[in-house]
């Protein structure tokens, strides 16, 4: 079975910190993913990577960065934490781009910014 | 996602069959996916279909798809108190088939 591992399943920080979500998988995925879930508004993607050091936007990127050195891992970055950052975080991967390729996820990561 | 609507509730009692409906907009798509979310996890794939098919069967759970009206249904039969979660309804655009547009979500209570 694939295994998505995120580093934390809670978190909390200050506004104005530099915030590390980290997402590890084991099954030599090319495709790695960051979502944020909301209630109301279902899943939208962050940052997508299709490989080592490549990264593309997803539908709502500002205020984060990402990092994917290896390829089993992916890192999410919230350069200054917000308030507005306060959410679920879910990280996904799959093995290639195409169709029939389903995303597997880690738990999430509920992460609150005092 | 704006792209791909569900109802945000639904109630069943136990031994009864749900239904969870989807509507999605891209007739391009090529694959619809299922998944559930019980409370404090991450969301588990549960079913998905490519857009040639009509219907897919795995045990309690049957998928029907109608490609015309851009419709998608999850039937699970006999629901159970595990049952009880939040579904979703996602799909792969045919422009972008790395990406999945996701719905809102249905939540499901299933009452004894």
């Known amino acids: 079975d694939v295994k998505v591992t995120q580093s934390s399943r809670y978190l909390v920080k200050r506004t104005g910190e530099k915030v590390f979500l980290e997402c590890v998988q084991d099954?030599?995925?090319?495709?790695m993913f960051w979502y944020r879930q909301d209630p109301g508004l279902g899943l939208r993607l962050i940052y997508f990577?299709?490989?080592?050091?490549?990264?593309e936007k997803g539908d709502i990127p500002e205020g984060y960065s990402v990092s994917r050195e290896k390829k089993e891992r992916f890192s999410l970055i919230l350069e200054s934490a917000s308030t507005n950052q306060t959410s679920m975080y879910l990280c996904?991967?799959?093995?290639?781009?195409?169709?029939?390729?389903?995303?597997?996820f880690g738990d999430g990561t509920r992460l609150s910014i005092l | 996602g704006e792209d791909v609507e569900q109802s945000l509730f639904l109630s069943v009692r136990e031994g009864d069959s749900s239904v969870i409906n989807c509507t999605y907009t891209?007739?391009?798509?090529?694959?619809l996916y299922w998944y559930k979310q019980e409370p404090g996890a991450g969301l588990q794939l549960l079913t998905y279909?490519?857009?040639?098919?009509d219907m897919k069967q795995d045990q309690r759970l049957t998928v029907l798809l109608n490609k015309k009206d851009k419709h998608l249904s999850l039937r699970i039969a006999d629901t159970q108190t595990g049952d009880s979660a939040i579904y979703f309804c996602?799909?792969?655009?045919?422009?972008?088939?790395?990406?999945?547009?996701f719905g809102a979500g249905t939540t499901v209570t299933v009452r004894a």
């Open positions: 099954m030599d995925h090319e495709n």
């Open positions: 990577s299709y490989d080592v050091k490549m990264k």
């Open positions: 891209d007739s391009s798509s090529t694959y």
């Open positions: 996904a991967s799959s093995r290639t781009t195409g169709g029939g390729q389903p995303q597997h």
């Open positions: 279909i490519f857009s040639n098919m």
């Open positions: 996602a799909e792969t655009p045919g422009s972008n088939d790395y990406k999945l547009s």
